[in-house]
């Protein structure tokens, strides 16, 4: 018997479906990391790198900030964040007033810098797509579905194109179509609840100090941004 050895060929070691945060950062870790990757994302690259501050922010932790440091994405990211340098807790009620009693974390106590910083999304995404200029970003695409067999994935655009590689990463967000079509459950629950967001300047220094109020309604919560 003769041994017959099928050869397949790939346009990526990594097809990433999503280009948002999580996405691009996977992109640029195994970028780095020496594999072939590409970037499929529903949305136009222009509203992804779009200037305007678009009312989204993130609070990343230290480990978050050491991953965007190893990447090499941190130094296009210092002078948008903004340090947490204290963090209040404390409960209360409005009729009741404010508890005598709270938690207070100051990153003095803590070590190693700040306790995390907050950043503007449109930041974030602007420097990750400058780390990524070497890797294939296709946008605006839509994935209908990623078909796995014994030698990888290949992935079917809406277009008709189909993409082969060896592993298919779905980062198509919370709702993610993709892990729905694989079958991959996710438990969930409705609290019942709608949240408020909203962007405000300080009449005083915040002084990088990030405030968690919590009352029997619901938790609110300050955290600062860079501008005061």
Sequence with gaps: MNNMTKTVSYDADIIVVGGGMVGLSLACAVS?????????????????????????????????????????????????????????????SLNGGPSPLGLHFDHREAGEGPLGHIIENRHIRMALHAALACVEIRAPVNVIKAEPDEFGVTVRLANGDSLRARLCVAADGRDSPLRQAAGIK??????????????????????????????PGGPFAMLPMTGN
Excluded: N
Aim: glycine letters at 8%; aromatic letters at 6%.
């Design 186 to 215: 996710s438990v969930q629950w409705d609290y019942g609840q709608a949240g408020i967001v909203a962007t405000v300047a300080h009449a005083r220094p915040h002084l990088g100090v990030a405030h968690e109020y919590f009352m």
């Design 32 to 92: 780095q990391a020496g594999l072939t990757v590409s970037v499929l994302d529903a949305s136009t690259k222009a509203a992804s790198l779009d200037e305007a501050f678009d009312g989204r922010v993130s609070a990343l932790g230290r480990a978050s900030c050491r991953m965007l440091q190893a990447l090499g994405v941190w130094p296009d990211l210092a002078s948008h964040a903004q340090p947490i340098l204290e963090i209040l807790v404390s409960d209360g």
